[in-house]
Structure formats: C-alpha cells, structure tokens
DNA sequence: CTGAAAGCGCTTACAG
DNA sequence: CTGAAAGCGCTTACAG
C-alpha cells in the first residue's frame, strides 16, 4: 500500500508538503499540488486510518451502542441503526455498532481506547448502567431514549407523554368511554422502558380528565402469547370499546384476533413506526415513533458536538419529538 | 488518559518492559510484572486503538457491508447483522457496520484505509459489484450469499437449491399435484439475486421428474400488493392445492388471505428464519434460512485466514447449509 | 511557498 | 531479565 511517503517521493516534493496539498491546509504552488495529486491517484493512495487517528487524535468513527434483549419484540432497530449509519456516513462518519450485552463495558472499551469519536446510545433505560461510562468519557454521547437523568448528554426521543395524551384523545373524540390500553410487558418497565409508565401515566391523567375509563395492563411481547392476551383481554372487559396499543406484538396480534371474533365495532389506535405499520398491513391509527429520524437527529448532534469547540460547550439539550397521529390507510 | 509511558513510570520499569509485561510475550521478573499490572490498574490504561494498530498493522476490526434496499423486505437483516457483531465480539473483534449504498466504493475505503482486518459481505449478489474490490484487497473478506464467482473469497449461504427440492417433496408427500411457488419479486432477481431462481429452477426440475405441476411466479415485497397478488393468484389456479413460498412478504400476507377465502385445505410450505416464523405466528412448515448461523460461520472462518497464515494458505470454501425443514407450530 | 523535524502511542527486534 | 531505540504512517508547528 502506498504512503505518503510514496506520494511525496513521486511528486518530488516533501511528505509535508505532499500532506498539506492533499489536506489544502496550506497554499501550495499550483504545480506541486498538481503533481501531488497525480500522484496519488496513480499510486491509488489512501491515509492510513489508524496513523491519521494517532496524528489529530480524530477517528471519524462513531460508536453505536445497541441493546438486544432475547425476550423483546424489536422491529425498529433496524430502522434506529439505518438512522444512524446513514447519517453518519453523509457527515462523513463511519459507524461502529457494539451489540454485547455488557454495554457498560463494551462502552469503556470504545471510549478509553479512542476508538471512535462520540457515541449513540440506543434503546436507553431510565436508569441505565452505561451513562455513568459515558459521562466520564472523554467523547461527547447522544441517546435515543429519554433516561432518568439526562446530566452530560444530548438525548431524543419521542415524545410518550404526548403520545399518551394524543391517543386517549383520538377514541374519547371518537365517542369512546371505556378503553383499554396494552403497554409493554412488564419486564421491559422493569429492565427500565420508563418510556411504558410515561405513556400510560399520561394517557390515564387523561382520560380521567375527560372523564373516560381507561384500563392499563402489561401486554406480552411474543406472538402466540400476545394473541391469548387480547382474547383474555376483550373477554375480561367487554365494555371496552376502544384499545390503545403501545406494544408492537399485540398491534402484530390484533387483527387476527378481531378477525375471528368479528370485533369491526372495536376502535383501535397504536403506537409504532411507519414501517411496522406498512410490514404488518396494520389498518389502524398510530402515533408514529419514525425512528429513523430519531438516530438521524442524535448524530446530527453529536457530530455538531465534536467538530465545534463551541458547540461542545452549549447546554445539553432534551429534544421530545412531538406526537403525531397518522391515519390508518383507507 | 494514561498512555503506556505513564504505566511504565509508575511501574519503575521501561516502556518496553511495560507492554511486554502486559501482552505476556516475554518473561518478566514477577515484581516487575506485578508492580506493571497495578500501575495499569490504578491508571485505568487502556491501550489507544489508533497506536495499536499502527504498530501491528491489525485493527482488531472487522468490516460488515450490509445492502439495503427501500423495495426490498429484508426481514432477517438484524438477524444476520446479530450473529456477525456477536461473534465477532466473542473472537475479539469489533464490527465497523457499513450501509452506504455504493458498496464498492465503501469496501475500497474502509479496505484501503486499514480500518479493518478482513470483511464479510452480507447479501451477495450473483455479479455482485463488490467482489472485484475485495479480491483486489489486502484483507481477507468471507460472503454470506453464494456469487456467481467464488474465486478468493469464502462463500455461506443456504443451500437454497436444495431447498427448491425439500419444499416440493414435501407437498408431493402430501399428495399434492399441483403447486403454486411464490418467488421473490422480479427486481430481486435483477438485482442478482441468483437464490431466487436457484430454488426455483430446481424446484421445477424436481416437480418435473415427480410428474408434478409447478406454476412459478413472482410475488411481491410491499404489503398491500402482497395480498392483492396472493388472491389473484389463487383465483387464476384453482387446482392448485400447494403453495412454496420464497417470499418473505407473500408468507406474512398469506394467513390473511386464505382466512377470508376459506382456503383451509391449502398446504404451504415456506422459506424464511424461525425469528419470522415466530414474529408473524406462521402456521406452515418451513426451511429455515438461520441468518444467524451463516453470520456466525462467516466470521469464523473469517478471523481463522486473519489470524492463522496456515489458514491463509488453505484453499477457499463453499459451504452451503443443508435445507432443513421445520415442522409448524402445533 | 517549502522542508526538516518532532510527536501521536504503541510494539518489537536488538543489545546487553 | 531488562532498556534504549527504531519504526508504524500520518499531521503540524517551527524555520527558513
């Protein structure tokens, strides 16, 4: 593989010189940049990564810290990482994705050995082990997810709290009284998705405002499961003429299950992204979590963070994306 | 951060003695080792990557080049992303996730540049742009998806001609004379998707010598159309009594559209991971892709010709997963 | 406008 | 058993 050496030697001119025509970070005779260049693209010259990380300690890596539990449902993380990897590499950015389950340590070892640059952490939980890593880091972190304690970091995420709100107003406009909603199974709140409890706090605070009976239970997570639960479910509350869905396998489950027990009266609205809802042929209203967008606005961020000094030193922002409902497709 | 002369100093030793005592690749008086080992504890030292790499020309990384496309349903990517990441991490390694849609182009840079020490291309296409750049490379790379070209590289992929055999059998067993096989769409194919007509030709070379009917289509990727084309096609074949899906879509529409027909006498049998039977509850009998375990076997092989010069030598391999059918879900 | 040199933080022959 | 030194391939003050 060619150098900068190589370079410089066949254009006749120092590796400094060679280095500052190809970076332009210094005026050069117009004739000893042009032999530079030339050379180089002869040589099919390349810097090498790991030298040009050594020399401006820059990576132009970032680190994608994702968590995948064996018992949750999750049909956007692709969608998150797309978001991602796409941005970064339009800012110029390659993209390390860490899937270990010790994210704690899988983070220290990215960051101490000045593998990457900034960091995006997905799928956060309210009290999740791996910001303490990244608050003593020395590389500016994103989240996707909104945590206990937002000290230190830039974080995104939808806004679940208005969610919560958009989606009880939609069946109580509708002239729906009694309605049930399905949130994550309970090991998701426990492993931390305060996302869950914001939601469904918000959407019961709601409802009793207007006036409507909302019943909250934990929904599952698995397939065959999920389809027992709402048939359990509809028979334990046949009042309920309304249903709240934020949990993925049940959205994926109901359709069947009102299919086979005739349900066409029952008024649904959920809580996923376009694409699940495309994937699933799903004819309901939802409030999109457009994840893509998610991972696109936190590198956005992050890379504002480590290219400007200034920047770096703005207060940590909290960006809730809104809730929008979209309608089901006619 | 600490840096290895910081150890050393602490340590009372040289820097040489320091990495010396820490990699274990030469004896060290046990008090210098100890004293080494502390002061490397104390100081929190964690090796910097970009160093590292620069003196031992390996990254400890591995490139992961993933191809995306916006009409395609492509659901078991995460799966195949998983058991790369996971093993790669087990062996050692980090995973550098690439998703930019001129792959050449990003395998050149990311090759060339040294960032990493050998790469795997998920979703091969027959003619696949990406080859020529691989085998022109330093680096070993390892394929899941089998090309028309195998030379240089490692190739896994499912047996998928095979699986054109097991799925007809299986209906023929049944009883059943005349069948329906459901491809992927047409631009899957053009795309290179030499899989699609592997299965299929040898799906309806096996039905010919069965003496069985065998009505190949192209199916479609988005939702809607899905089950638009799976009506139309049962309407258009009513003798048929057998469907094999290669289509990944067409399985996911398929309960919906035989349930509001009241074609239960159909048999089906699909080709897709268990991670989607699962998602989408299906009730058929099915070969299973196991996404996981190609990328698994692809790093493996992988990490073996990084590490091993012997291994390196060796001539290279095409490993194809025998087609195994899976019972449905009683 | 250009070059010689130092330095980034490691590893590893080379000497002793 | 250990240390001084060279070298990996860059970038960037420092001099001229």
């Known amino acids: 593989m060619a150098t900068i050496g190589d370079v410089a030697a066949a254009a006749g001119v120092s590796r400094s ?4 025509a190809l970076s332009g970070k210094r005026s050069i005779s117009e004739g000893a940049r042009r032999r530079v260049l030339e050379a180089a693209e002869a040589l099919g010259y390349t810097p090498n ?3 040009r990380a050594l020399a401006t300690s820059q990576t132009m890596v970032l680190g994608l810290l994702a968590r995948f539990h064996a018992d949750e449902f999750a049909p956007a993380m692709t969608q998150y990482i797309l978001g991602v990897t796409d941005t970064a590499r339009d800012l110029g950015y390659d993209t390390l994705l860490v899937t270990e389950p010790d994210g704690a340590g899988a983070l220290r070892r990215i ?3 000045r593998m990457v640059d900034g960091v995006v952490l997905l799928n956060v939980a309210h009290d999740d082990p791996r910001l303490p890593v990244l608050r003593a880091a020395p590389q500016p972190g994103a989240l996707v997810g909104l945590p206990g304690d937002c000290s230190g970091v830039d974080v995104f995420d939808l806004d679940f709290e208005q969610a919560g709100r958009v989606m009880v107003d ?3 406009g509708l002239g729906h009284r009694e309605l049930i909603l399905v949130s994550q199974p309970e090991h998701v709140v426990e492993r931390g998705g305060a996302y869950v409890w914001r939601l469904r706090d918000a959407a019961l605070e709601r409802a009793r405002r207007l006036g409507v009976r909302l019943h909250a239970v934990y929904g599952e997570s698995r397939r065959p499961a999920a389809e027992r639960m709402l048939g359990a479910l509809l028979d334990a509350r046949p009042g309920a003429t309304g249903l709240l869905l934020d949990n993925e396998a049940a959205a994926a489950a109901l359709p069947s299950v009102t299919r086979a027990r005739g349900l066409e009266g029952l008024s ?3 809580r996923y992204s376009a694409e699940f809802a495309e994937t699933f042929a799903l004819p309901y209203a939802y409030v999109e979590l457009a994840p ?12 504002r963070r480590i290219e400007s000094a200034q920047a770096r030193a703005e207060p940590f922002v909290v960006r809730l994306v809104p ?7 006619s």
């Open 323 to 329: 809730a929008e409902l979209t309608s089901p497709p």
């Open 292 to 303: 893509d967008r998610l991972g696109e606005m936190a590198v956005r961020q992050l890379v």
């Open 170 to 172: 939609r069946l109580h």
């Open 49 to 51: 990564a790991g030298a």
């Open 268 to 270: 649904v609205v959920g």
């Open 17 to 20: 010189t060679a280095s500052y």
């Open 111 to 113: 960051t101490d050995s």
